[in-house]
């Protein structure tokens, strides 16, 4: 390097700390939604658990496990009504995995687009 200053690195400092900022509005907004949705799957979860006889550290490893669609295989739900909620629960979460993308999609576009709030 030649000694010179990149002069983008105080903008990009600057667009982070914007997008952290209306990120944070964001989920503010949504938090309701957002916590309903956690607090569902970790209920629906639990459920799973005392129908499979699981401990409950058990059943909520196995919600976000589930719910993050990572689904590593070690928990296995063997009776069709847990099999059953144990879809339901895949999609509610990917509705929180949607719902988090949108608000950073929101976020990003108000940042480089110059919005102010």
Known sequence: MNGQVDPSI???????????????????????????????????????G?????SLGDSVYFSFVTGLTIGYGDL?????LSRALAAVLGMMGIL?????????VTALGRV???DER
């Open 10 to 48: 105080p903008r990009r400092r600057l667009l982070r700390r914007r997008f952290l900022a209306e990120l944070a509005v964001e989920l503010r907004i949504i938090w309701p939604i957002l916590s309903g949705l956690v607090l569902l799957i970790v209920s629906v979860g639990t459920v799973i």
């Open 50 to 54: 005392l129908i499979e006889g699981w």
């Open 76 to 80: 296995v739900p063997k009776a069709m």
């Open 112 to 114: 480089s687009r110059g």
């Open 96 to 104: 929180v995995t949607a719902l988090v993308a949108a608000v950073a």
